[in-house]
Nanobody, 111 residues
Framework: QVQLVESGGGLVQAGGSLRLSCVAS????????MGWYRQAPGKQRELVAS???????NYADSVKGRFTISRDNTKNTMYLQMNSLKPEDTAVYYC?????WGQGTQVTVSS
């Protein structure tokens, strides 16, 4: 059974950087599309970025030019490099490999 475990969240000042990681168990990682989602208090969960098995990427307009999604199929790991963070990026960030979700990791950006 596939499990997804995120790490790398934390508290950072505006303008700072964080890198999130998502480790997936199971042997199907390399053939599956994956994504990062986030949910801020009182808001719906939204797609932040996605990456296909061959590395094609897609980003929400709000993070284009600041966030970079990547994956290392040899380590069953997906990453989200977040630069130039803004207070509005504050949310719980979730790793997704359909139909599974990770448990989430909190990112808080102070002004």
């Amino acid at each position: 059974q596939v499990q997804l475990v995120e790490s790398g969240g934390g508290l950072v000042q505006a303008g700072g950087s964080l890198r999130l990681s998502c480790v997936a168990s199971g042997s199907i990682f390399s053939i599956r599309a994956m994504g990062w989602y986030r949910q801020a208090p009182g808001k719906q969960r939204e797609l932040v970025a996605s990456i296909t098995s061959d590395g094609s990427t897609n980003y929400a307009d709000s993070v284009k030019g600041r966030f970079t999604i990547s994956r290392d199929n040899t380590k069953n790991t997906m990453y989200l490099q977040m630069n130039s963070l803004k207070p509005e990026d504050t949310a719980v960030y979730y790793c997704r490999m359909a139909p599974k979700w990770g448990q989430g990791t909190q990112v808080t950006v102070s002004s």
